[in-house]
T-cell receptor, first 113, second 112 residues
Framework: GNSVTQMEGPVTLSEEAFLTINCTYT??????LFWYVQYPGEGLQLLLK?????DKGSNKGFEATYRKETTSFHLEKGSVQVSDSAVYFC????????????FGTGTKLQVIP | DVKVTQSSRYLVKRTGEKVFLECVQD?????MFWYRQDPGLGLRLIYF???????EKGDIPEGYSVSREKKERFSLILESASTNQTSMYLC???????????FGDGTRLSIL
């Protein structure tokens, strides 16, 4: 079946540090890949997406590149802020069928001043 | 912007009660979803609907049912609430194929 594996959290960084959150996937076809962010007390919001190999999604200083050869979609940001503290979810959708979304378990990021 | 509205942010019910969680979206989306979110388990799909009056079981449908009588509204029903259904419930909608989901703010449900 399809699956998404994220690095265990929590991740604690100082402000302005470089962020990487790892995400790898297993899928039977060619998925679209997403990163969602969940701020405290809120639902999930789409952060960025990529729909085919070598695509780079970017938003709010975050980036992720769809790597088919390593089945990865790692999230990066060059300089994190306290306001980036949240839970980050990697997810995939496969074309066809009912297109159920497969989510990772989430990685909590805490940025300290 | 798409707005997905869940009727309650917090809800406390008793074991054995029938519980209704309501979700409304305002963008004429075809697909709607119900998830529960638990620490260490991420999001698990309970049910989804790809059209009015259509529904499909997700990964953990036991103890739940759903209703979609109108396109904009998707209801989750706990037929006889139990303590292991204490959780955060998230509703989402999606326009169509390969599109991202838009989430509500969630309902934190406690079953006593």
């Amino acid at each position: 079946g399809n699956s998404v594996t994220q690095m265990e959290g929590p991740v604690t960084l100082s402000e302005e540090a470089f962020l990487t959150i790892n995400c790898t996937y297993t899928a039977t076809g060619y998925p679209s890949l997403f990163w969602y962010v969940q701020y405290p007390g809120e639902g999930l919001q789409l952060l960025l997406k990529a729909t085919k190999a070598d695509d780079k999604g970017s938003n709010k200083g975050f980036e992720a590149t769809y790597r088919k050869e390593t089945t990865s979609f790692h999230l990066e940001k060059g300089s994190v802020q306290v306001s980036d503290s949240a839970v980050y979810f990697c997810a995939l959708i496969l074309s066809g069928g009912y297109q159920k979304v497969t989510f990772g378990t989430g990685t909590k990021l805490q940025v300290i001043p | 912007d798409v707005k997905v509205t869940q009727s309650s942010r917090y809800l406390v019910k008793r074991t054995g009660e029938k519980v209704f969680l309501e979700c409304v979206q305002d963008m004429d989306h075809e697909n709607m979803f119900w998830y529960r979110q638990d620490p260490g388990l991420g999001l698990r799909l309970i049910y989804f609907s790809y059209d009015v009056k259509m529904k499909e079981k997700g990964d953990i449908p036991e103890g739940y049912s759903v209703s979609r009588e109108k396109k904009e509204r998707f209801s989750l029903i706990l037929e006889s609430a139990s303590t292991n259904q204490t959780s955060m419930y998230l509703c989402a909608s999606r326009r169509g194929e390969n599109q991202p989901q838009h989430f509500g703010d969630g309902t934190r449900l406690s079953i006593l």
